[in-house]
């Protein structure tokens, strides 16, 4: 069974550190067209306020929520 990869561009909310903001996720959409599923992997924070500060945050984008961690003014996967 063969998948489909796509990268896109949604809009997302990031959440913690006790603020709330718009950003832009890029992230990749795996489906897989036989089964008519799909799910979203690794994302990337785009356009989100530059005066966040460093620390752990959710972020959410079309009905899905990921942990993402800002460290030097980086965005990195939750899991790093």
């Known amino acids: 069974m063969s ?3 796509e990268t896109v561009i949604l809009k997302g909310q990031l959440e913690g550190m006790g603020v709330l903001a718009e950003c832009t996720v890029s992230a990749v959409k795996v489906s897989l067209p036989l089964l008519n599923i799909w799910e979203y ?3 990337s924070i785009h356009k989100a306020p530059g005066s966040l500060p460093d620390g752990h ?3 959410t984008f ?3 929520t990921m942990d993402v961690k800002k460290l030097g003014g980086d965005w990195l996967d939750g899991g790093t």
């Open 57 to 59: 945050y959710q972020v």
């Open 3 to 5: 998948s489909h990869r």
């Open 41 to 43: 992997v690794r994302c």
């Open 62 to 64: 079309a009905g899905r």
